[in-house]
């Protein structure tokens, strides 16, 4: 969901007014209302899984349902940032699954109308860890259309993270590229100034350039290009 995720990012902003690219204007607070499911492309480390976790807690705080969030591995602490004053009851409202292997994975999807009543998000944290060396186009074809379909059926949000692909899993990997059009891209610039734990964030039409910043501790945040970190 382009805007749960722009949301996130904007509360890492410190809930400041990012201007707009083309008329220099503030954005409002809900700025895009796009639904559309959304890739979060980037590479270890660069702090994907805090993201999707404060988008889980955004959509559990405010959605109707709760929210799904999978991953093959447990998040080993929960990431700092944004804003902290939240009901702690809210993490109640998420429910942590991990399947270990891609066919665990396609067997919870497949059967996720039938285990879960109208959640409000699903997330899927580190994708490409269920694509192994093995994996075929057909295999990243598959998992992307069961996600989507599960997201149409159960009428919510879908976020999906991965790293890039290392050599042998391209086809997988590029099966799934093509079937979530809105993607988001965090990455990092090499250059001789670039501090570690800092990352560029590319959301074309949904926010100005912005640095991302992930501490050693897990926390998360966010600065306008060219300024300097809240």
């Known amino acids: 969901m382009a805007d749960t995720l722009t949301r996130v990012l904007r509360e890492l902003l410190g809930f400041k007014e990012y201007p707009n690219q083309e008329n220099s204007s503030t954005m409002p607070a809900h700025v895009t209302s796009e639904v559309s499911p959304v890739l979060l492309l980037g590479p270890p480390g660069c702090g994907k899984s805090g993201l999707l976790f404060r988008a889980g807690l955004l959509a559990a705080e405010e959605g109707a349902g709760p929210v799904i969030f999978i991953s093959r591995d447990p998040l080993q602490k929960l990431p700092g940032g944004g804003r902290e004053?939240?009901?702690?009851?809210?993490?109640?409202?998420?429910?942590?699954?991990?399947?270990?292997?891609?066919?665990?994975?396609?067997?919870?999807v497949s059967s996720m109308h039938l285990s879960f009543s109208a959640p409000s998000l699903i997330v899927v944290d580190g994708l490409e860890r269920y694509l192994t060396h093995t994996c075929r186009s057909a295999d990243g074809a598959l998992i992307s259309g069961l996600l989507l379909d599960?997201?149409?059926?159960?009428?919510?949000?879908l976020l999906v993270s991965a790293a890039p692909p290392s050599e042998g899993v391209d086809g997988a990997f590029l099966a799934v590229e093509r079937y979530f059009p809105a993607q988001c891209h965090i990455y990092a610039e090499v250059t001789s100034e670039?501090?570690?734990?800092t990352f560029h964030i590319s959301f074309p039409s949904h926010l100005p350039?912005?640095?991302?910043?992930?501490?050693?501790?897990?926390?998360?945040k966010i600065s306008l290009r060219n300024t300097p970190s809240l």
């Open 209 to 220: 350039a912005c640095v991302l910043h992930t501490e050693k501790d897990g926390t998360l």
């Open 194 to 197: 670039q501090q570690e734990g």
């Open 85 to 108: 004053a939240r009901d702690p009851l809210i993490l109640k409202r998420i429910r942590f699954l991990y399947p270990t292997s891609l066919r665990d994975l396609l067997q919870l």
């Open 150 to 157: 599960s997201a149409a059926h159960l009428k919510c949000g």
